[in-house]
């Protein structure tokens, strides 16, 4: 139990499906992040939200579209995509700099699209 | 851009030691940290290094040059519940984290 979780652990969609990933984050964290996970590829940094403004939107095609409503929520809501867009969506979280400002991971949407 | 390499795989023996070295050219550093990431789980934190040296952590150590733009994660008393993959990370701002690919590490009896 890292203190951040995700919903939901699996989905398949079709190209033509709208869906959301959520994000729930219980450790006060003031950043919150999208990063995208692929076979034997580095993890992807997607969008950073700082005290809920974006600050970080990493060439991110505009299929994905992530929605921060408070900090400790977030989202990200797929519409459209294509069958590449298929991987491991990890949502993390972070106290700014303080001590290490490490990320705390949770584990992971696994998106299969169609 | 950032440039994080790490070997793809290694394997060790039970009770061995193994080194995973991550070398990573980025626009800037504000630190650098090592996660393990077992299969279907979350990756977890392990280490951090900001000055240059040794971090040690029980059975886990960890090594930074700035100068080289170079770390190494050293795993000792190998168990088989060490198998993982081992992500090297560079932040080079406030917030921004940027991996390498991974090194899977294969531990056997």
């Known amino acids: 139990e890292t203190g951040v979780t995700q919903t939901p652990r699996h989905l398949v969609m079709g190209m033509t499906n709208k869906k959301s990933l959520k994000c729930e984050q219980h450790?006060?964290?003031?950043?919150m992040y999208w990063y995208k996970q692929s076979a034997k590829k580095p993890l992807e940094l997607m969008f950073v939200?700082?005290?809920?403004?974006?600050?970080e939107n990493n060439s991110v095609p505009s299929r994905f579209s992530p929605e921060c409503p408070n900090s400790s929520h977030l989202f990200l809501h797929l519409h459209t995509l294509q069958p590449e867009d298929s991987a491991l969506y990890l949502c993390?979280?972070?106290?700014?700099?303080?001590?290490?400002?490490?990320?705390?991971f949770g584990e992971g949407s696994r998106l299969t699209v169609l | 851009g950032q440039n994080i390499d790490q070997p793809t795989e290694m394997t060790a023996t039970e009770g061995a030691i193994v080194q995973i070295n991550c070398t990573y050219q980025?626009?800037?550093?504000?630190?650098l940290f090592w996660y393990q990431q077992h299969a279907g789980e979350a990756p977890t934190f392990l280490s951090y290094n900001v000055l240059d040296g040794l971090e040690e952590k029980g059975r886990f150590s960890s090594f930074l040059s700035r100068s080289k733009g170079y770390s190494y994660l050293l795993l000792k008393e190998l168990q088989m519940k060490d198998s993982a993959s081992y992500l090297c990370a560079v932040r080079d701002g406030d917030y921004k984290l940027s991996f390498g690919a991974g090194t899977t590490v294969t531990v056997r009896a």
């Open positions: 980025t626009s800037g550093f504000n630190g």
């Open positions: 939200y700082n005290f809920k403004e974006q600050t």
């Open positions: 450790l006060g964290h003031n950043a």
């Open positions: 993390a979280s972070s106290q700014g700099t303080s001590d290490t400002g490490e990320l705390f």
